[in-house]
Each structure stands twice: as C-alpha cells, then as structure tokens.
C-alpha cells in the first residue's frame, strides 16, 4: 500500500521558517519524484517544489524560488520542504505527492499524501 505522510505544519510568524516532512512507503521511492503542492481555501491546488530523487534534479514554483528548498533522503524514503522567510500567502494546507518529475510539475500526480496546515501570520 503506497502511503505519504506529511508532517511539520504550523502556526508561524511572517518571516518565520518551517520544515516539512513527506514520509513515503509502499512503491521504489528512487523510481520517483515527489512534489510539495499546496491549496489556500477559495484557491485552486498549485505545484510548490518538486524532485527527483534519483539524480536529485528540482522545480521550484516562481512564488516560492529563493525562499524554499526541497531535498530528499533516499536512505529515509523522506522528501523534506525548508520553507523561510515565510509570507502570509504561504499560508495553506501543503500536500505531498508522488509521480513522475515532469508530469508532477505541471499538476500530474500518481500519490497523494493527506496534507498539513501551514498557517502564517502577519
């Protein structure tokens, strides 16, 4: 059973810093690429971050370049997010997701994990 677990949401102040966590299980975790995606209420699910972690190869969304990082350990199966200088319209619930990289960029997604909040204020 394939499984994505998130972890590391919370309230946060702006210009904060938050870690998250996306625990995978259940598929070759080296065949894939795992995305973070997030949904502010009233808006539409946006890709964030992706990568590949068989060569480690990225995507970072416009809104997000500069300020997070993605990176994954392969020995852990776990895909984390370093999200800094946090802004007040990062605030969503952030989803992981795997896939293939580019079909994860552009919104394409196989798994998807259960989600956790992220909440920045101002």
């Known amino acids: 059973e394939v499984q994505l677990v998130e972890s590391g949401g919370a309230l946060v102040q702006a210009g904060g810093s938050l870690r998250l966590s996306c625990a995978a299980s259940?598929?070759?975790?080296?065949?894939?690429?795992i995305g973070w995606f997030r949904q502010a209420p009233g808006e539409e699910r946006e890709v964030v971050s992706v990568?590949?972690?068989?060569?480690?190869?990225?995507y970072y969304a416009a809104s997000v370049k500069g300020r997070f990082t993605i990176s994954s350990d392969n020995a852990k199966n776990t895909v984390y997010l370093q999200m800094n200088s946090l802004k007040p319209e990062d605030t969503a619930v952030y989803y992981c997701a795997a896939g293939l990289f580019t079909r994860l960029r552009v919104g394409f997604v196989d798994y998807w994990g259960q989600g956790t909040q992220v909440t920045v204020s101002s």
């Open positions: 259940g598929f070759t975790f080296d065949d894939y690429a």
């Open positions: 990568i590949r972690n068989s060569d480690k190869s990225t």
